[in-house]
């Protein structure tokens, strides 16, 4: 089940957590300055905890630092995206195939209410947001805890991509044809097919991101 | 580089238990009850409590609802994963920075190797195990899969140690890093890249077996 854990954090984790959910939905957009003050302010929280959290945030790649001007959010690139591919192929693979012939009734009744709450939503974050549920459903049962994580991590951090591509070719109802089809195919116990099936889809995705990225001159590269 | 560590409460009682956990004082799945060590560090609930936090994220300690804190048990599946990921991602990263590597890459990774020779002090040890991976990884310039990497080891700290203590007998395989460092010096990529895996590979299993050899006598 994808009861997550609610991991117990400390001050500097909270900030950097929830600075993270803020670029990942787009709440804060590639380029936009991050004033440390403002951040104190909001958490209630002193400089010392805010500078961490910014600096572990640097660390993973969400922000730069330059001299003078401080702190920004990052813009991803095309790069990124085709190393990000990579792994999540292989822990995809890794996780759908020990997952899939464990999957239960149970499994199989998630996918479909959250096939339906996607054919209903009108929202493009309600819409991303389900697409990760569903990924996460399809990948818990393998029980490789460790692969699950880095898996929805990745995941996560793609999200201003997904976000763009729901927003660029899905107007109005979202198509489910690939969730259905996944499903039947795990259904019918043909693991290998429905592995091919959902690795072919993010390829499909990276492609068309690559594709929209490198269309339109971005001013900031990093 | 480590940040310097201030030296709280939380942070006194976390270094205490770490100890107390690896010197096999707390022995895997024992109970951690956090009223004992308020009283023990004469302490609030609060320190405690974010002592608790740091060991579980280190992945000494895990937590679990209504049971609370108890000491983490590595099961040998749970290594078999990390090993996966860790070949896979470290593959990923060296095939791309070797190839970058400059002199100063070079003399950070044998500054490294000497402070490995004169010390055994297993905490210094595995300090210097991840500056070593931190500068062999770095030039690859893959940001996000070196911070998966690194976060992965960060939070498997009691199986490096289980790893140095067991397979290694407490010393650091020096040569085994300076054939390593050779390998990419020559350029032979692909070699390097493959002995790093066999390192891994042999450590893992070492280790994989020593836990079930010691499952069996309990």
Not at chain 1, 124 to 146: H, M, N, R, W
Not at chain 1, 168 to 184: A, L
Request: hydrophobic share 40%.
């Amino acid at each position: 089940m994808a009861t997550k854990e609610r991991k117990k954090m400390t001050i500097t984790n909270r900030i950097a957590e929830s600075l993270k959910q803020d670029i990942n939905y787009g709440k804060i957009d590639a380029g936009e300055a991050i004033i440390e003050r403002k951040i104190a302010e909001r958490f209630h929280a002193s400089n010392i905890p805010v500078r961490e959290a910014l600096r572990i945030l640097e660390g993973e790649g969400f922000i730069i630092h330059r001299k003078f001007s401080g702190y920004s959010v990052r813009q991803i690139n095309p790069d990124e995206m085709v190393e990000l591919y990579d792994i999540i192929n292989y822990l995809s693979s890794q996780l759908l195939s020990r997952g899939i012939p464990r999957y239960t009734e149970l499994t199989y009744h998630r996918f479909r209410t959250l096939i339906e709450e996607m054919e209903k939503s009108k929202e493009t974050d309600k819409t991303v947001s389900l697409l990760i549920d569903f990924a996460e459903a399809a990948y818990t049962p393998a029980g490789l805890k460790y692969s699950l994580e880095l898996a929805m991590q990745i995941l996560n951090r793609n999200i201003p991509i997904i976000q763009g591509m729901v927003d660029k070719f899905y107007k109005g109802t979202f198509p489910t044809n690939f969730q259905r089809q996944y499903m039947q195919l795990c259904q019918q116990k043909d693991t290998k097919k429905a592995i091919e099936l959902w690795l072919s889809e993010f390829e499909r995705m990276t492609k068309d991101f690559v594709a929209i990225i490198s269309s339109y001159k971005p001013n900031n590269v990093n | 580089m480590k940040m310097k560590k201030e030296s709280t409460t939380s942070n006194k009682i976390a270094d205490s238990l770490r100890d107390a956990i690896n010197y096999g004082t707390l022995k895997p799945s024992d109970k951690i009850i956090e009223r004992e060590i308020a009283e023990k560090y004469e302490a609030s609930h609060i320190p405690v409590r974010e002592a608790l936090r740091i060991l579980e994220g280190e992945g000494f300690v895990v937590h679990r609802k209504f049971a609370g804190y108890t000491v983490r048990e590595v099961n040998p599946e749970e290594m078999i994963e990390l090993y996966n990921i860790m070949r896979f991602l470290s593959v990923q990263l060296l095939n791309r920075a070797i190839p970058r590597y400059t002199e100063i890459t070079y003399y950070q990774l044998k500054s490294i190797v000497t402070q490995m020779e004169k010390t055994q002090d297993a905490d210094k040890n595995i300090d210097l195990l991840m500056q070593f991976a931190d500068v062999i990884f770095f030039p690859a310039g893959l940001i996000f899969t070196n911070n998966l990497a690194k976060q992965i080891v960060k939070r498997n700290i009691p199986i490096l140690q289980g790893v140095i203590r067991i397979v290694a007998k407490g010393l650091m395989p020096v040569t085994a890093f300076n054939h390593f460092i050779d390998l990419c010096q020559k350029h032979e990529i692909e070699n390097a890249v493959k002995y790093s895996s066999e390192q891994l590979d042999l450590a893992t299993k070492t280790f994989v077996a020593y836990m079930s050899e010691s499952k069996k006598s309990e």
